[in-house]
C-alpha cells in the first residue's frame, strides 16, 4: 500500500523512508508503511524545513499502487498546481480566542448579551487585524488559521502580542507555524 | 501573556491535539471519498490512544 502524506514543490531533502512520485508537474510525498494519524502529522511537519511548499494531504489516502494513485491525482493536477502556488514560501499560523469570562448575573438577560457582544467585537477586530497581515486566512467561531510567509512569521507573532496586550478581555493562543492544512482544501 | 505563555504544559497538549485535528480534518482530499476502512479503523483508535496517553503524561510532568 502506499500512503500519501502531501505534495510538495522545491523539495530539497526526504527523510529515510519516504519517497517522492511524481504526476505530471507535481510531486507527491509517500511511504509504503502504515502510519497513524499522530505519524502522518509529524511527517508532514517535517516537510516544512525541506520544501518550498507543501500542500497537507488529509489522514487516510492510501493506495494500492503506483497507478491507482496516479489516477487519483491526474483529474485534479490544475488545482494541485494552483494550491501549490498559492502557499509557496508560506506557513500557517492558528489563532485561538478564548473569553476570559467575567462573572454575570444569570438573571440579567442583557448584560449576558452585552458580555458576549462585547466579546464578539474584540475577536473580529483582532481577526480583521491579522487578517491583514497574512497572505490569505480562514475563520471559524473562535478559530482562525492565517497563510503568513516564513520571512514574516516573527512579524506576525509581534502583532499577535500587541493584540493580546490591548484585549485584556481575550486569551489569545497562538500556534504554529504549521503546514498549512486550511488552505488545503478538497480540490 | 497569552494562556500558552502561562501554561507551557496545557499548550503542548493544546497543540499535540491541533495536529490530529488538523490531520484528520483538513489537507487535500484527492480520492473524494476517505475511508478509514481502507487504513483500519483500529489504526485511528490506537493512534488517538497514543495520543490521550501523552497528554496524559504531560500532565503528570505538568503537576510533578
Known amino acids: ?187 | 501573556m497569552s494562556v500558552a505563555e502561562r501554561r507551557p504544559a496545557l499548550a503542548e497538549q493544546v497543540t499535540l491535539l491541533d495536529l490530529v485535528d488538523r490531520v484528520l480534518n483538513k489537507g487535500v482530499v484527492v480520492t473524494g471519498d476517505i475511508t478509514l476502512a481502507v487504513a483500519d479503523v483500529d489504526l485511528v483508535y490506537v493512534g488517538l490512544r497514543l495520543l490521550l496517553a501523552s497528554a496524559a503524561t504531560l500532565e503528570r510532568e505538568a503537576a510533578g
Open chain 1, 1 to 187: 500500500m502506499i500512503h500519501l502524506y502531501a505534495f510538495v514543490r522545491g523539495l530539497h531533502d526526504l527523510e529515510a523512508g519516504l519517497e517522492v512520485r511524481h504526476v505530471g508537474n507535481v510531486a507527491a510525498v509517500t511511504g509504503t508503511n502504515d502510519p497513524d494519524p499522530l505519524q502522518h502529522g509529524l511527517v508532514v511537519e517535517s516537510l516544512l524545513d525541506r520544501a518550498d511548499a507543501v500542500l497537507p494531504v488529509r489522514f487516510g489516502e492510501r493506495f494500492e499502487t503506483e497507478d491507482d494513485l496516479a489516477t487519483a491525482v491526474s483529474t485534479r493536477l490544475e488545482a494541485l498546481e494552483r494550491q501549490l502556488d498559492h502557499v509557496a514560501g508560506c506557513v500557517e499560523v492558528g489563532v485561538r480566542i478564548v473569553p476570559r469570562r467575567e462573572p454575570v448575573d444569570d438573571d440579567d438577560g442583557a448584560a449576558y448579551m452585552r458580555a458576549r457582544l462585547i466579546e464578539q467585537r474584540a475577536a473580529e477586530e483582532v481577526h480583521r487585524v491579522l487578517a491583514a497581515q497574512a497572505r490569505d486566512s480562514v475563520q471559524t467561531s473562535r478559530d482562525a488559521g492565517y497563510l503568513v510567509a516564513r520571512s514574516d512569521v516573527g512579524a506576525f507573532s509581534s502583532a499577535v502580542g500587541r493584540l493580546v496586550e490591548s484585549h485584556p478581555a481575550l486569551d489569545v493562543l497562538c500556534t504554529g507555524p504549521w503546514a498549512p492544512y486550511s488552505f488545503a482544501g478538497a480540490t
